[in-house]
């Protein structure tokens, strides 16, 4: 191989091993930490024009949603560890399987409902003019315009 064709070999690599790097974007193995939800708290509150209430209720919001989501993921290495030893039985029974599905279903459920209660407390201290700002927000996130190449 002469060095032209290594070094677009080495370069088509490097260009290779980075795009596939950088399409992990935004992906958090662990979840969110704190760090991230005091960033976005701070997004949120800065884009609405939150007041200094306003935005304590939103951080008091986001660190009990955030503190039931660490509860409820705090079994799931006992859930992989059950699922793992189910594959390995020689047969696998329908109602095991529908067990197991609907204790995660049920503890989903749990914490959407927990957050609704929450998002529907933090909705009635929004001025009118917050709220719209937040419709149009929703708007413009789920626009055409957002997406792989937002930034």
């Known amino acids: 191989m002469n060095k032209r064709n290594l070094l677009f070999l080495t370069l088509s690599s490097l260009f290779l091993v980075t795009g596939f790097t950088a399409c992990r974007h935004g992906y958090h193995r662990s979840g969110f930490d704190e760090f991230d939800?005091?960033?976005?708290?701070?997004?949120?509150?800065?884009?609405?024009?939150?007041?200094?209430?306003?935005t304590a209720d939103l951080k008091a919001i986001t660190a009990e949603i955030a503190a039931k989501a660490k509860e409820m993921h705090a079994d799931r290495e006992a859930r992989h560890r059950e699922l793992a030893a189910l594959v390995r039985q020689e047969t696998i029974r329908r109602d095991e399987v529908s067990r197991m599905v609907d204790d995660k279903l049920q503890k989903m459920q749990e914490l959407a409902d927990f957050a609704a209660d929450r998002l529907v407390t933090f909705h009635a201290t929004l001025t009118p003019e917050q709220r719209e700002k937040t419709a149009e927000l929703i708007e413009e996130h789920s626009s055409n315009r957002c997406g792989f190449f937002r930034r």
Do not use: G, M, V, W
Not at 37 to 54: C, D, G, K, M, V
């Open 37 to 54: 939800i005091e960033a976005a708290t701070n997004r949120i509150a800065s884009r609405l024009e939150l007041s200094e209430t306003q």
